[in-house]
């Protein structure tokens, strides 16, 4: 097998912008190319704004770029329907709003939606799957329960079983440990690299450049809607590109095989720093 036949996701020169004729921003992504294999799991880093959500929005075609190509497990993104999509890549965004009504159950399940074949929404094997999920998930005794109702930490549990029982080529993770203590980012991360394991692509972006050292394969840096570094933790974490990004000095720690960043102080701004290279239409977020 070639190392093409084994690409899930081919990103190939995408440029992307909010932007109108009428009304220009600016690229939001410039010429972004990535190529992500069976199994791997991708980190993405970059600060506030940087193009990391939209990027992520373009793989699962809630964005169209204006530029370039995205072929998902060898098919052209761009003529595919929503619902075959779906049945490719599952999401897990940053959060789900308390307003939320569904049951943990009832959410879970849509996770299967996609594969509806029936007049019955979903089967016999669907409730299988769902059931199977919530337990790897540990979110059983939390069926009954609305989405609204859960800690932060137990409704990543649902996300992740979600997504797991979707069964997709390819998983999206949007800061998938925001706003989680200690022991909870270190039990969805590891839950992430564990089905990067079972052979699903996972692509997560986070502002937690020590959980990506840790279990990322691969880390994309995205700076300003480009590509600034793309590369294993170990060639790509350094003093040098995080300065060059985030405007922060750290020390960068490397022993036994593990890489721990410490943050020391802002980096003294150089002239034109606090310029906005990318003025953008009013109320635009790109990140």
């Known amino acids: 097998m070639s190392c093409e036949d084994e690409l899930t996701v081919r990103v190939d020169s995408i440029s992307f912008s909010y932007g109108s004729k009428r009304n220009p921003c600016g690229k939001t992504l410039k010429d972004v190319t990535i190529h992500a294999r069976k199994g791997q799991l991708i980190g993405i880093m970059g600060p506030n704004g940087c193009g990391k959500t939209t ?38 965004p940053a959060d789900v709003p308390d307003d939320f009504h569904l049951s943990v159950e009832e959410f879970v399940a849509l996770g299967r939606y996609p594969f509806v074949t029936g007049i019955w929404w979903e089967g016999e094997k669907d409730e299988r799957m769902v059931r199977e999920a919530m337990a790897a998930y540990h979110v059983t005794h939390l069926k009954d329960r609305k989405l609204g109702e859960l800690s932060s930490g137990e409704k990543a549990r649902v996300l992740l079983a979600k997504g797991a029982v979707q069964q997709p080529k390819i998983l999206l993770a949007d800061e998938p440990s925001a706003h989680l203590d ?11 690299k564990d089905l990067s394991r079972q052979g699903v692509t996972v692509i997560t972006a986070s502002h937690d450049i020590n959980l990506i ?19 294993p933790p170990s060639e790509v974490i350094n003093e040098e590109i995080i300065r060059a990004v985030y405007g922060v000095e750290v020390t960068v720690i490397r022993e036994k095989g593990e890489i721990f960043v410490i943050p020391l102080r802002p980096a003294e701004p150089e002239k034109g720093d606090d310029a906005d290279p990318r003025p953008c239409e009013k109320g635009i977020v790109a990140d």
């Open 55 to 92: 990027f992520m929005r373009c793989i699962n075609k809630v964005l169209k770029p204006q530029e370039g190509v995205i072929l998902i497990d060898g098919k052209d993104l761009d003529r595919l329907k929503m619902m075959e999509v779906a049945k490719l890549c599952a999401n897990i």
């Open 182 to 192: 200690l022991k909870f980012k270190l039990q969805v991360m590891q839950a992430l």
């Open 213 to 231: 050292a840790k279990y990322a394969d691969l880390v994309i840096v995205i700076s300003d809607g480009g590509i600034l570094s793309y590369g």
